[in-house]
C-alpha cells in the first residue's frame, strides 16, 4: 500500500488528530531570500512539503502542510540553523523522508540535518530558548564597540521603544541580552527567546549601542547562525559559535541530514545555556 500523500487527504479538514511522527528540520537560508518574512517561508515551504508525496498531516480549508516554525527571524538576515517541524500521519524512515524532502526543498534554502522528534514532546514554538547573531557594523572601531558592549552588558535596564505602525511600546531591552562579543569585523549577539518577555532582535541591540556612544551604527551584514532549544547543550562562548560559523561558510558544509544526535552548528559543551 503506498503512502497518502496531501492530495490524498485534500477533503479532510485536518489531519492533525492522526499525527504519529514529528519531525524537525534544520535549514538554512541565504542572501537570495533573507528579504522574506516569516509568512513568506511558510508559504514556500509548505508548497514545497506538500508537493514531496510524504503523508503530511495538514490543517486548515484548503488543507496544508501544518508546519511550526522557530522563534521569528529578522527580516534581511541569513540563517545557518533555523527549526521547523512537520507531522507524518504515517511512521517513515529517515531515509524515505529525506529522499522526498531533498528534490523539493525551495530554491534559496539548504536542508542541514533532520530529527525523528517525540510526537508527545512540546511544540517548537515553546521550546526556543535563545538566538546566536554574527552581525556586520559599520561606524566605529573595535575598541570603542568592545567598551559599548562592556557597557550595555553592565547596565541594569536599557529603555527602548518599538513601533508597530503609529503606535509604539516601550520595553526592557536588557533581560534579551544573554551576552556580547567584537570579532574583527563582526559584533556577535546572543538574544532570549522569552515566552512572557519576548524575543530579543539584533536591530535593536545595535540601536542600543549606538546611543550608548552617541552616534549612527549602520548594519551591513547580518546572520543568524544558531537557534537554541531548551534541550541543546550551548557551547562555551560566542567566540566558538563563530569559529563554527566561519568553519560552515568557507568553504559550504554539505547538506546533512544523516539524522545524527546533534544538528551541524558549534561543538557543544559540558555547560548548559542558563537562562533562567
Given amino acids: 500500500m503506498r503512502p497518502r500523500t496531501l492530495a490524498d487527504v485534500i477533503d479532510k479538514p485536518d489531519t492533525r488528530a492522526l499525527g504519529r511522527q514529528r519531525w524537525r528540520i534544520r535549514y538554512a537560508r541565504d542572501g537570495t531570500v533573507a528579504d522574506r518574512t516569516r509568512r513568506d517561508e511558510a508559504v ?4 514545497a512539503i506538500g508537493s514531496s508525496g510524504l503523508p503530511v498531516v495538514t490543517t486548515g480549508q484548503p488543507p496544508r502542510p501544518h508546519l511550526v516554525f522557530g522563534p521569528p527571524l529578522v527580516v ?11 507531522v507524518l500521519f504515517e511512521r517513515l524512515p529517515i531515509a524515505t523522508v529525506r529522499s522526498r524532502l531533498a528534490p523539493v526543498r525551495p530554491p534559496g534554502y539548504e536542508l542541514r540535518v533532520l530529527h525523528d522528534v517525540w510526537l508527545g514532546g512540546r511544540s517548537l514554538a515553546a521550546i526556543g530558548r535563545a538566538a546566536d547573531y554574527v552581525i556586520g557594523v559599520q561606524g566605529s572601531t573595535r575598541d570603542v564597540l568592545e567598551q559599548a558592549t562592556s557597557g550595555l552588558l553592565a547596565a541594569d535596564r536599557l529603555e527602548r521603544t518599538r513601533r508597530h505602525g503609529k503606535e509604539g511600546a516601550t520595553f526592557d531591552l536588557r533581560p534579551l541580552v544573554v551576552d556580547l562579543a567584537v570579532v574583527p569585523d563582526a559584533l556577535l549577539v546572543r538574544v532570549r527567546v522569552d515566552p512572557e518577555r519576548g524575543v530579543g532582535r539584533p536591530d535593536d541591540v545595535v540601536a542600543a549601542l549606538a ?10 551584514d547580518l546572520a543568524r547562525v544558531r537557534v537554541w532549544l531548551a534541550d541543546d547543550d550551548p557551547p562555551a562562548s560566542l567566540a566558538d559559535v563563530y569559529r563554527a560559523y566561519l568553519d560552515h561558510r568557507d568553504p559550504p558544509a554539505p547538506a546533512d541530514l544523516s539524522g545524527a544526535a546533534q544538528p551541524p552548528g558549534p561543538p557543544a559543551s559540558a555547560g548548559r545555556l542558563e537562562l533562567d
Wanted: glycine share 4%; charged share 30%; hydrophobic share 40%.
Fill in 44 to 47: 514556500v515551504w509548505a508548497e
Fill in 76 to 86: 534581511g538576515a541569513t540563517a545557518e540553523d533555523e527549526p521547523l517541524d512537520l
Fill in 211 to 220: 546611543e550608548q556612544l552617541e552616534t549612527s551604527l549602520e548594519i551591513s
